[in-house]
């Protein structure tokens, strides 16, 4: 299957600093990214779809000057945590969809980030 | 509501026993259904993928099964083996492109 690289896999940063999440698919171009957040034992929640060119669309009851997303080319997506607090302390889970597959809605997902605000 | 719901919510077997989760949902528009297996600290890995025409989808040891009508789906996991214990997410795929994911069911397979 294609594969998704997300780095850095573990940070670990002091409040009030920013953190960038990068997001790539290595073997094909992803014109829509996905980010999602999981909190220990909880499902992924996804937070936002990141769309090559455009502006990322945001889920409901998420900060988009909080977590701002960028999609500058069809192979990265970064998720840049500003400012961040110990409550986004989480795991972060990028998915890149693959154009051929479009009509299949078939996802790709990274190995995941797991931040640590301290 | 959509909503995915997975039992049990943990599950502790013997290496070499076999055990069969479960997944309920109430989705629309339904595209299709995954099984997915997340080891600690990973992303998802898919398992299976079924259509709403697919009654079951095998992949190793593992056996998926899809009922549309009563809307539910289960993961049969054969000849358990100790790398096998991790956390299985069921996933429905709206006709949109986004997922709805289930709790998960977090399985530990004992030596």
């Known amino acids: 299957g294609a594969v998704v690289s997300q780095h850095p896999s573990w940070v670990i940063c002091k409040s009030g600093t920013s953190v960038k999440i990068e997001c790539r698919s290595l073997?094909?171009?992803?014109?829509?990214m996905f980010w999602y957040r999981q909190f220990p034992k909880q499902s992924l929640m996804l937070m936002a779809t990141?769309?090559?060119?455009?502006?990322?669309?945001?889920e409901q009851g998420v900060e988009k000057d909080k977590f701002l997303i960028n999609h500058a080319s069809l192979t990265l997506s970064t998720l840049t945590v500003t400012s961040a607090h110990p409550e986004d302390s989480s795991f972060y889970i990028c998915?890149?969809?693959?154009?051929?597959?479009?009509?299949?809605?078939?996802?790709?997902f990274g190995a995941g980030t797991r931040l640590s605000v301290l | 509501k959509n909503q995915v719901e997975q039992s049990p919510q943990s599950l502790i077997i013997l290496e070499g026993k076999n055990c069969t989760l479960q997944?309920?949902?109430?989705?629309?528009?339904?595209?299709?259904l995954r099984w997915y297996k997340q080891d600690t600290g990973r992303g998802p890995v898919s398992l299976t993928i079924?259509?709403?025409?697919?009654n079951t989808k095998s992949n190793g040891r593992y056996t998926a099964t899809l009922d549309a009508d009563t809307k539910q789906s289960s993961l049969h996991i054969t000849a358990s083996q100790l790398s096998d214990s991790a956390s299985y997410i069921c996933?429905?795929?709206?006709?949109?492109?986004?997922?709805?994911f289930g709790t998960g069911t977090r399985l530990k397979v004992l030596a």
């Open positions: 073997d094909f171009q992803a014109t829509t």
């Open positions: 079924m259509t709403f025409s697919e």
């Open positions: 998915s890149a969809r693959e154009p051929l597959a479009v009509a299949k809605n078939i996802q790709y």
């Open positions: 990141s769309n090559e060119g455009s502006k990322a669309t945001y």
């Open positions: 997944c309920n949902y109430t989705v629309s528009p339904f595209s299709n």
């Open positions: 996933v429905v795929a709206l006709r949109t492109y986004k997922y709805i």
